[in-house]
């Protein structure tokens, strides 16, 4: 079945209450009814209060226009949004254009929907407050029962509305009195709380003026330790090359000269001098070992040392080093080189390369007592990865780095060297655009990895 408006009849508002609006008396009446039908619905004190006061300031313009009005109370129980509906229509001809201009905007404010139509005879006010969502909207049963409870309930008095309203009144005049208290003591904690961060901004600024101050000193102070040492490096770069090249001349005439000592052809020496002569002939080569040494990394420090970049053969390069050092090896010790992977060609520079391999297979010979030292090579990610393994005594961890210092010397070990040739080794590797590192423990030997690029810097 349908309504006349085309709508099904479960969408149609149920009627709760109506009622007549006749003289300025019926206003108390009109609010009183309205808060009573709100409550009854299940409305809170508040929006009981908003459609009383809507309901009162409606009323009061239309009999301001002239004429008595009907008061209707709905129930929309049908659609998506139940609510409560309250139709106000004028008895008299009052068309919306008759009403005074924004009178309304505020009612508006108070509920949901204000809707102002003029039909054939009149114009009708329509308002709407959506049920709450904790009250349940009002069956047909409920409604017939709060029909019943509202019609046989009597309207009080309109001094009784007023002093209901006056209690409102008062009740809401005091929840301002208190958010007023309570603003005032939000603004007073805001206050105190701005004075404790503009204090604590103002002591930041300083501390962090005073640091900036502290942090520019000590960057004036690094830029001169930093320029000082600069000036001592390269003041040890000259005096090393200078000490070298002075010290070569005389270190390599005592070498000849005890060659010639010891010559068969010179006048006969007696065994002890024999011993004597081969002592001055082996310190004056270790001495120009040493010297040799001290040039070369006062080269290598001073940026003098250019690769000369060309293709490399490793396999030529392994081969003379496995001739040249096999001199070196004991019987207690093996040296073994293996020959590369094919192709075995790389862009670097063959002398500083060759340096840096004896270098290592040197050091491992001289500190290994038995075993064997291994020189292989494999190819890795863009270059490769030459090893040099012994058996020696292995450096523990926390000298890894310490023997690529200058000058150190592990302790305990049975010979020493002059502590210059792995730091030596390390500058050609990074020469050459590669790196030098050490793999070692006590007891279990030391490795050597030189890794180096396919092609050089100088490709």
Request: net charge negative; proline share 6%; with cysteine.
């Amino acid at each position: 079945m349908s309504g006349p408006d085309g709508r099904s009849a479960e969408a149609d508002p149920t009627l709760i209450l109506s009622m007549t609006l006749r003289i300025e008396q019926d206003i108390f009446v009109v609010r009183q009814r309205g808060r009573e039908v709100a409550d009854a619905v299940g409305f809170e004190h508040q929006d009981q209060i908003r459609i009383a006061t809507a309901l009162s300031e409606v009323g009061r313009l239309l009999l301001s226009c002239g004429g008595p009005a009907d008061v209707a109370f709905f129930a929309q129980t049908g659609g998506l949004r139940p609510a409560l509906r309250i139709e106000v229509r004028p008895a008299a001809a009052v068309r919306v254009g008759d009403l005074p201009g924004g009178h309304l905007a505020a009612v508006g404010r108070l509920v949901d929907t204000l809707e102002m139509d003029d039909d054939e005879t009149a114009m009708v006010v329509r308002m709407s407050r959506r049920f709450p969502a904790t009250a349940p909207s009002p069956g047909p049963e409920r409604i017939a029962e709060l029909r019943a409870e509202l019609e046989a309930s009597l309207p009080g008095t309109p001094l009784d509305e007023l002093a209901v309203q006056n209690e409102q009144l008062l009740t809401a005049l005091e929840q301002v009195r208190t958010h007023r208290d309570h603003l005032a003591r939000l603004n007073e904690e805001l206050e105190e709380t701005n004075r404790g961060v503009m204090a604590l901004y103002g002591q930041l600024s300083e501390e962090l003026e005073e640091t900036n101050r502290g942090v520019v000193a000590l960057y004036a102070e690094l830029d001169e330790k930093s320029s000082q040492l600069r000036a001592a490096s390269e003041a040890k770069s000259r005096f090393l090359a200078n000490v070298s090249h002075e010290l070569r001349a005389p270190v390599t005439a005592i070498i000849g000269l005890g060659r010639l000592m010891a010559d068969p052809a010179s006048d006969p020496l007696t065994p002890e001098q024999t011993t004597h002569v081969e002592l001055i002939r082996s310190s004056a080569a270790d001495l120009l070992s040493l010297v040799n040494d001290l040039l070369d990394l006062a080269k290598a420090e001073s940026g003098r040392i250019e690769p000369n970049w060309s293709d490399v053969d490793l396999r030529m390069v392994f081969g003379q080093l496995r001739g040249t050092l096999r001199a070196l090896s004991t019987p207690d010790v093996r040296l073994e080189v293996e020959d590369p992977p094919a192709p075995s060609v790389i862009r670097s520079d063959e002398v500083l390369l060759t340096r840096v391999l004896r270098n290592l297979l040197h050091n491992g010979l001289k500190f290994t007592e038995s075993g064997e030292v291994r020189m292989r090579a494999e190819t890795v990610a863009g270059g490769w990865r030459v090893s040099v393994v012994d058996t020696g005594p292995g450096i523990p961890a926390e000298l890894h780095q310490r023997i690529f210092e200058e000058f150190y010397q592990v302790p305990g070990t049975a010979k020493a060297g002059t502590g210059l040739g792995l730091p030596y080794a390390r500058r050609l590797a990074g020469l050459l655009g590669g790196s030098l590192e050490l793999t070692s423990e006590p007891g279990r030997g030391s490795t050597f990895t030189l890794v180096l690029p396919v092609a050089g810097d100088g490709a």
